[in-house]
């Protein structure tokens, strides 16, 4: 990877737009309708990116750091030319760009990185950057939920956030899942952005190592469980459904609302989750309760930092699950709470 270092004297400077000036949502539809930029933040977090596959724009970076920028990116590289030879030995068979040169070598493009006094740099993005170096870096198109689970070998335990808005909250629950042994993260629609700069930092680059997808929406639901159980009957009978048959399948299925929103639940269930929503009723059990510890796997359900889970995914789910708190206290931050709930039902 080469880098054409550019010396920035004006936080100002035109070149510094996306880091600068340019708002969350707009980076997210930056190339729409292709997936935008997010930014990377650190000289800690940039090498996860990188491994986890995300194609650096630019750097932007304290000058005084621009050799640890170098030195990390150099680590990277000679990585992921190690992780190449091994394929390579274990019979891969085909070349790999990366490990011959020609991907990173002197023909590829020179990646740009604006450098700034420290001063400089803080005000262009308007906080002081204890990290050193800013990466912008493209979004990829991301994975049905039935591929990220199948990638990531149906993981026992899996999370699901509900509304979860607060990037801060996004972030730490990553964070609690990567080190609590959740195998994926699966979030609605509402949920703020993994990729925001804010949930990057605070989950200290986690976003990079959990595999995550947002939730299909509610008619793809209720078509995926339509041809799921014609698919079923299908297999039973070894012929297609007749016409007359698909229509009163179909209208077996529950009709998919937005005051409806329980469907992924009955996903979830589809692909072998039961499910467990985190919330206080007079029917929950206890997080230490051996049922939902014991199943062989669990989507555990956390609802957003103000309402809690809908009533109707409550109702949904196979478990209520509670922590018990002290006499005053009603309830965990989702975050904090995230990290009990991992902890008991990943490792019972």
């Not at 400089?120 to 994975?143: F, N, Q, S």
Request: some cysteine; aromatic content about 6%.
């Amino acid at each position: 990877m080469r880098l054409e270092e550019i010396k920035i004297d004006s936080p100002d400077a035109k070149e510094l737009e996306i880091y600068a000036s340019v708002s969350e949502p707009q980076l997210r539809h930056y190339y729409e309708p292709e997936p935008g930029i997010f930014i990377a933040e650190s000289l800690k977090i940039i090498p996860r990116a990188l491994r986890a596959g995300y194609e650096p724009l630019s750097f932007f970076a304290d000058e005084k750091k621009v050799p640890g920028l170098l030195s990390v990116l150099e680590d990277y590289e000679a990585e992921a030319a190690a992780g190449a030879g091994d394929r390579r030995a274990a019979g891969a068979g085909e070349r790999d760009p990366e490990a011959d040169g020609t991907a990173a070598g002197e023909d590829a493009p020179a990646i740009p990185c604006y450098t700034a006094e420290a001063a400089v740099l803080d005000k262009a993005v308007g906080y002081h950057l204890t990290g050193g170096a800013l990466c912008a870096m493209r979004r990829r198109v991301l994975p049905s939920v039935e591929d990220v689970l199948a990638a990531a070998g149906w993981p026992r335990r899996i999370a699901v956030l509900e509304g979860v808005t607060n990037p801060t909250n996004v972030g730490a629950i990553f964070r609690s899942a990567a080190a609590l042994g959740v195998g994926t993260i699966l979030l609605t629609g509402g949920c703020g952005d993994p990729l925001q700069r804010r949930a990057v930092r605070v989950g200290m680059g986690t976003v990079f190592q959990i595999p995550w997808t947002y939730l299909p929406n509610t008619s793809y639901i209720k078509k995926e469980i339509d041809e799921g159980v014609l698919a079923s009957k299908k297999k039973e009978t070894g012929e297609d459904v007749p016409a007359s048959a698909k229509k009163e399948i179909a209208e077996g299925v529950p009709e998919v609302t937005p005051a409806h929103e329980a469907e992924y639940i009955a996903y979830l269930r589809r692909l072998g989750y039961k499910s467990a929503a985190m919330a206080l009723t007079d029917r929950s059990v206890s997080v230490s309760d051996p049922g939902p510890a014991s199943e062989e796997k669990l989507a555990i359900v956390l609802g957003n930092e103000g309402e809690g889970l809908l009533q109707s995914t409550i109702d949904a789910c196979d478990y209520t699950v509670k922590i018990p708190m002290a006499a005053g206290v009603d309830s965990l931050n989702v975050a904090a709470a995230s990290a009990v709930a991992f902890w008991a039902l990943c490792n019972q």
